[in-house]
Structure formats: C-alpha cells, structure tokens
C-alpha cells in the first residue's frame, strides 16, 4: 500500500524496493532516500548476534532460519542478521566486512527476506518501463535478466529495478513495481556486447559480476503497474521465441520467480503469496522467452520482449 509513512529514525537514510530505512552504514553506490512512497520501513541496527539461530527455527536452503516471524541468517565472513517486524533488522558486521559486498546482499538476499516478512512479493526479476508499459524478467540465476533489461534500456526504456523486483497491491488493488537498486549486475561478456565501458564497472570481490551504472541514466522514480512479466529461459532454438501463458501456467511461473521463494512456507505466507500470485497473473500477461545460448541474438532478444507490451 502505498504510503509516505514516517521517516525512518536518525542516520543513512535510503528508499529501495519501496523499503524507506535508515542504516548505521553507508551503502556506496545507493541514492540517499529524497522522499516519495513507500510500502514499508524499518531501521537497521548494528549490535552483536548469537552464531547460531534460535532454538526451533526451521531452517531454510537460502541460509536462513526462520521462527515465528523472525528470520536469522548469516553470510561467511561478512554478516548476520536477525528481521522482525517489530525490531527491524539488526546486523553483526565481521571485522573489515567490504562495504560493496554489505550493499550487494543488503539490498538482495537480505532485502528479499524483508520483502516477504512485510507482505510484498519480491520477484527474482529486472524491471523496464516505457509510455505505460511495464515489463519484468525473470529466470533462474545467469539467464540474462540483467542483460536483456540493459539492453532494452538501450532501446528507450526506463529502468525500474534489477534482479529483485518488488511488488505490492495498491489500495484499488493495482499490482505495483517498486524502484529498486539502481545498477545493472552484469558479467565481463555482457558488458562487452553491451558496448559499456567495463571500466565503469565495479568489481564485487569474490563474485564473477561487476555493479554497472551506466551514466545519464534515468531510473524510473516511483512505482509503476506492471503490465507484462517475462519468463527468460534458454532453449534450441535459432532465434527468440515469444509464447503467452495463461491460467494455472502463468500463476505457476510467477510463484516459481518468486525471489527467495523458501521463505513463504515457513513464515506461514502460503495463502498470502498464493493471493499475490493469482492477482498479478489476472492483472498482467505472462510470457515465455526463450532464447538461444549464445550472446549475439541480444538485440532480436529485445525485440521479441518489447511484443511483451503490445
């Protein structure tokens, strides 16, 4: 539900994913927040935690557990956190932990445990939008979300997020896209088809990926209904090929894309992100994309995207 809500308290004040929070320390690469609408906030408190989870909570395959409706989680040699609604999210940071690597999974993998425990539905999906239209792209990881929706910036399109999509109902019920990183998390041959400047990138230690934030960007700065969701997969094929998917199907593809998909069961959301599911599928068209392995069909990649919005 869209709102201003109130400011998050004193400190690193930011707005990603429709999550207004302040935090103990600077995100690098992060637009401090300037105002406008959230779904959500909380506050990120830097405290000791306990190594090892609390006793009865069920353990998920992302390296969370979960009790209740809090989430406890660790990152080898960078973090653990602990979310609850009412506490918001304390971190214990290791001793030199890189700020780019606290950003990247902040804003990621811990963004998406805080996304499902405040309601929304955090898809594993880059986002575009241009004159009304709304598409996000998901996939497995390393299907080329990041690279087609760079590639579709290139064609006029508006940015949105990239590589977790955030959505929310509105009060009419209107099925929303939230702004979300604003970087495009791209490998050294992406870039290079791309035409970018790999200098321009930033290398995440340890991670084969850099944070590309190509210049005069614009980023799209409010959320945005969305219209068309793309499921991105390789096949054998010769060119992209374009399939509409509609009923059981679509509603199966969304809640398979579901960023950090894990977690519903054992924060008792079955129903909630069943709901969600059935309401973005009858609200926005559902696509299957599939595409060759190779990197030279990017630009009839896009194309065969864009008929996602007609």
């Known amino acids: 539900m869209p709102t201003s809500l109130e400011p998050a308290p004193a400190g690193n ?15 690098p690469l992060v637009t401090p927040d300037t105002g406008g609408d959230a779904h959500g906030t909380f506050t990120v408190t830097e405290a000791p935690l306990s190594p090892t989870p609390p006793e009865g909570a069920v353990f998920t395959t992302v390296g969370m557990a979960v009790k209740g409706q ?73 299907a080329g979300k990041s690279t087609l929706a760079a590639a579709l910036h290139q064609r006029g399109w508006t940015p949105v997020a990239d590589d977790v999509t955030a959505i929310s109902s509105s009060p009419g019920g209107v099925m929303l896209a939230w702004p979300g990183q604003q970087r495009f998390r791209l490998d050294p041959q992406a870039i290079k088809t791309l035409g970018l400047n790999a200098e321009t990138g930033v290398p995440l230690p340890q991670l084969a990926k850099r944070l590309v934030i190509p210049t005069e960007v614009r980023w799209q700065p409010e959320p945005v209904r969305l219209s068309a969701l ?75 995207a864009e008929h996602a919005a007609d």
Request: proline share 6%; glycine share 8%; with cysteine.
């Open 13 to 27: 004040q930011y707005l990603v994913s429709g999550m207004r929070f302040s935090c103990p320390r600077p995100l």
């Open 70 to 142: 809090s989430i406890w989680g660790e990152i080898s040699d960078l973090m653990r956190f602990r979310i609850t609604r009412k506490g918001g999210v304390t971190i214990d940071f290791a001793p030199g932990a890189n700020p780019l690597l606290v950003q990247h999974y902040l804003l990621g993998h811990v963004m998406g445990a805080i996304l499902h425990l405040w309601g929304a539905l955090p898809l594993h999906a880059s986002c575009v939008t241009r004159d009304g239209a709304t598409i996000a792209i998901t996939g497995r990881r390393g």
């Open 230 to 304: 793309i499921l991105l997969t390789n096949g054998p094929v010769t060119r992209p090929h374009l399939t509409r998917i509609a009923g059981p199907q679509a509603v199966t593809a969304i809640h398979a894309g579901t960023f950090r998909l894990q977690l519903v069961r054992p924060l008792n959301r079955d129903l909630a992100h069943a709901q969600h599911c059935l309401l973005l599928a009858r609200q926005a068209k559902v696509f299957a994309l599939v595409r060759s392995n190779a990197t030279e069909d990017l630009e009839a990649l896009a194309i065969a």
